[in-house]
């Protein structure tokens, strides 16, 4: 019978990287929903956005042919400082002491706080050229791209700033930032395979969205039934 071979362990940077990444975002949950830290906390979307942020990144990686492990550390370091001011910068400069402390290759340090300096945003000016270097590209991509499609809009429903809205002004709201932010974040993408995606999910939720006001307009259709309507026969 053949010997299963050993699971390697995680490379010291990348359990560092995460740890700290889940710690800060664990805090930012629990603020958030006023729990104590022995509490369940009932969604913690930071840590699933680092998480998804990291996943993409490496995909794009892998498309690109960047440097997998600067696009990673700075994946999981991006935002280890959100909430505080200037977030992308204060990060950058944490993730350097971090990085310091552990085996992740000197040398690449610096392409990773760059990455995390450059980050923030929902886009770019219409002209800008592609960032540069290539690492630093694909941060923004990958933490712009969970800024799209049906999970993104799935989540933004699910903002504080929709309580007290009715379905219809939720519909009407999430539309005209759809068309008027995330439009130019879909055209703000650095590389090609980021660029299909972010036109992908962007399609995704002008289709959702267009579904949700075909299901509304037949909802007041069917509300505008004379006062005088007293019901289909039974025959």
Same mark, same amino acid.
């Given at each position: 019978?053949?010997?299963?071979?050993?699971?390697?362990?995680?490379?010291?940077?990348?359990?560092? +990287?995460?740890?700290?990444?889940?710690?800060?975002? !664990?805090?930012?949950?629990?603020?958030?929903?006023?729990?104590?830290?022995?509490?369940?906390?009932?969604?913690? @979307?930071?840590?699933? #956005?680092?998480?998804?942020?990291?996943?993409?990144?490496?995909? *794009?990686?892998?498309?690109?042919?960047? %440097? +997998?492990?600067?696009?990673?550390?700075?994946?999981?370091?991006? %935002?280890?400082?959100? =909430?505080?001011?200037?977030? =992308?910068?204060? =990060?950058?400069?944490?993730?350097?002491?971090?990085?310091?402390?552990?085996?992740?290759?000197?040398?690449?340090?610096?392409?990773?706080?760059? $990455?995390?300096?450059? #980050?923030?945003?929902? @886009?770019?000016?219409?002209?800008?050229?592609?960032?540069?270097?290539?690492?630093?590209?694909?941060?923004?991509?990958?933490?712009? *791209?969970?800024? *799209? =499609?049906?999970?993104?809009?799935? @989540?933004?429903?699910?903002?504080? @700033?929709?309580?007290?809205?009715?379905?219809?002004?939720?519909?009407?709201? !999430?539309?005209?930032?759809?068309?008027?932010?995330?439009?130019?974040?879909?055209?703000?993408?650095?590389?090609?395979?980021?660029?299909?995606?972010?036109?992908?999910?962007?399609?995704? !939720?002008?289709?959702?969205? &267009?579904?949700?006001?075909?299901?509304?307009?037949?909802?007041? %259709? $069917?509300?505008?039934?004379?006062? %005088?309507?007293? &019901?289909?026969?039974?025959?």
């Amino acid at each position: 019978m053949a010997k299963t071979a050993p699971k390697q362990a995680l490379p010291e940077w990348r359990l560092a +990287c995460r740890q700290q990444a889940e710690k800060q975002a !664990m805090a930012e949950a629990r603020k958030a929903w006023k729990v104590r830290s022995d509490s369940a906390v009932p969604f913690a @979307y930071r840590w699933e #956005h680092i998480q998804t942020v990291v996943s993409t990144a490496l995909w *794009l990686a892998q498309r690109t042919d960047a %440097d +997998c492990e600067v696009v990673e550390a700075a994946a999981w370091l991006h %935002d280890i400082r959100k =909430g505080s001011p200037a977030h =992308g910068q204060a =990060g950058a400069r944490e993730a350097r002491r971090l990085l310091s402390t552990t085996d992740f290759p000197p040398q690449k340090v610096a392409a990773v706080v760059d $990455a995390i300096s450059r #980050h923030a945003g929902l @886009y770019r000016p219409t002209d800008a050229p592609p960032l540069t270097p290539l690492e630093t590209a694909i941060l923004w991509d990958a933490d712009k *791209l969970t800024k *799209l =499609g049906v999970q993104a809009l799935a @989540y933004n429903l699910s903002m504080g @700033y929709m309580r007290g809205l009715t379905l219809p002004q939720r519909r009407s709201n !999430m539309m005209e930032f759809t068309q008027s932010v995330l439009v130019r974040t879909a055209a703000s993408m650095n590389t090609a395979p980021a660029r299909r995606e972010a036109a992908h999910r962007y399609q995704a !939720m002008l289709d959702m969205l &267009g579904a949700w006001r075909r299901e509304q307009e037949l909802a007041e %259709d $069917a509300n505008e039934v004379s006062s %005088d309507y007293i &019901g289909l026969s039974e025959e």
